[in-house]
């Protein structure tokens, strides 16, 4: 009983920290599947986990101290504590600011072993920037993801071992590893991408008029979802601009370097509508902005430092670009 509870301990543990093969993911999910008991201990072994990156990162992320945290906390004590919580801040700093919340998977994946079909009890992870912040974090399978103020990134917990799906809200700067046989996806709702190995960005907030995708290294292809037509291929130091309202997409070459500057404090804007721009300031700071209507789809191109700049001196210089006026009234900026 003693070596049952050890072997399944360590593929909790390996699950976790490095992901499990076919055979090994499904010996876990038969074992939790057998009993209430079962599915409530991993719960919990899977709390401990979180907590054990929670301390980790609130310096600086590293996945063994983590790893051998967790092992010490199973190992010390025979049951942990119940936790309700789905919801996890790992920092307050901003480079590594993130939630991340468990969102219960009922009932989408079932499969048959030893005759009994076994529903998957396993949760999806959705990983959050919160305004005014970024996140970086690691996916399973390696890729490194930088998630801009107030997005969001959605993945499975099969994700590396049957899949590379994700889903995306906002933006995100993404170096995939390379892997032929599981391709990786994102899926939004303007458009999914498509791709092996590669660095890219991906900007594409619900409430911006534009979806827009910046090739670094490898390839990628778009399918858009509004209009019926083939796929496109991005090759390095390509963009593509997607209205929303239209579906109409264009392609430019551009200095790829740029779309990334925003992971490293810069806020870069290259001929962008003002409205977008506003928006974008006011994730990064965490503030309301109102833009006259007829300022909206002026246009403009600036390089500003995050970290280095408050909003009224960025908005000083927006304005002395251009015959438009800002104030602070009623705890919100007007551009007029």
């Not at 939004?188 to 991906?202: A, C, E, I, Y």
């Not at 390839?219 to 979802?225: A, G, H, P, Q």
């Not at 997409?249 to 551009?254: D, I, L, Q």
Request: glycine share 6%; with cysteine.
């Amino acid at each position: 009983m003693e070596e049952e509870k050890k072997h399944i301990d360590e593929l909790i543990a390996t699950y976790l920290t490095e992901g499990l093969d076919k055979n090994a993911l499904a010996e876990l999910k038969a074992w939790i599947a057998a009993s209430p008991e079962n599915e409530d201990y991993f719960i919990r072994q899977r709390e401990v986990w979180f907590s054990a990156v929670s301390r980790e990162a609130a310096s600086k992320y590293n996945k063994d101290k983590a790893f051998d945290t967790f092992r010490n906390r199973i190992g010390s004590r025979k049951q942990v504590e119940k936790a309700p919580r789905r919801e996890f801040r790992l920092s307050t700093l901003w480079r590594y600011a993130a939630i991340i919340t468990v969102i219960l998977a009922v009932g989408c994946f079932s499969y048959w072993q030893g005759g009994v079909n076994v529903k998957d009890t396993f949760a999806d992870i959705s990983v959050e920037a919160p305004l005014g912040s970024k996140t970086k974090l690691y996916l399973p399978d390696g890729t490194l993801v930088w998630l801009n103020a107030g997005s969001r990134i959605i993945y499975s917990q099969g994700f590396g071992v049957d899949n590379r799906k994700v889903e995306l809200e906002g933006e995100g700067y993404f170096e995939v590893q390379r892997n032929e046989k599981l391709p990786f996806l994102i899926q939004t709702n303007d458009m999914d991408l498509r791709v092996l190995g590669t660095k890219f960005n991906f900007k594409n907030y619900v409430e911006d008029d534009e979806a827009i995708v910046c090739l670094l290294e490898g390839k990628v292809s778009l399918k858009n979802k509004y209009i019926d037509c083939e796929e496109i291929i991005l090759s390095p130091s390509e963009k593509i601009v997607m209205n929303k309202e239209t579906g109409h997409m264009k392609k430019a070459t551009v200095r790829s370097e740029d779309a990334r500057t925003w992971t490293n404090g810069e806020l870069f804007f290259n001929e962008e509508y003002l409205i977008d721009i506003a928006r974008a300031l006011e994730r990064s700071y965490g503030i309301e902005i109102e833009v006259a209507d007829s300022l909206k789809r002026r246009r403009f191109y600036g390089d500003f430092l995050r970290d280095g700049q408050s909003i009224d001196d960025i908005l000083g210089m927006l304005t002395s670009t251009g015959h438009m006026k800002f104030k602070f009234e009623k705890n919100r900026y007007k551009l007029y």
